[in-house]
C-alpha cells in the first residue's frame, strides 16, 4: 500500500517536473517588440523623472540589441522662430535612457543624460 502511494507522488512529481521543463524551454519572450518595450519604459521614466520632462522628449524610441531594449527619448528645443525643432544637432542637452532586459522585463538601469 505504501508502495503505491509512494509511486503515485513520484509520478505526479515527474508529471509536474515535465510540464515545467516544457514551458521553460521554449523560449517565452516577455519583451517581444519594441511597443511592448516602450509600455513597460514609460511609467518607469514618469516616476523618475517626471510626466512633464518626459514628455518634452516625445517621442520615445526603442532598440533591441543582443537582448537589451535601450529606450530613449528625443532631444527637442525652441528654434529661432519659438518652435519645437527636433533636428539632430540643433539642440544642446541630453534624454532620458532606460534599458531593459528582453527575456523577462527587468529594468537593468535609468539615467538621464546632460
Known sequence: ????ALGAVLLAA?????SDSRSQSTTDVRVPDSATALG???PALIKTYGKRRID????????L?????TVYGTL?????YG???C???KCVGGVAVLKLRQSDGKILSIIHYK
Open 40 to 42: 513597460i519604459a514609460e
Open 14 to 18: 515527474l508529471t509536474l517536473t515535465a
Open 87 to 89: 533636428e539632430e544637432g
Open 83 to 85: 518652435h519645437r525643432t
Open 76 to 80: 527637442c528645443c525652441p528654434d529661432r
Open 56 to 63: 518634452g522628449e516625445r517621442p520615445l524610441t526603442a532598440k
Open 65 to 69: 540589441d543582443s537582448g537589451i531594449w
Open 1 to 4: 500500500m505504501k508502495s503505491v
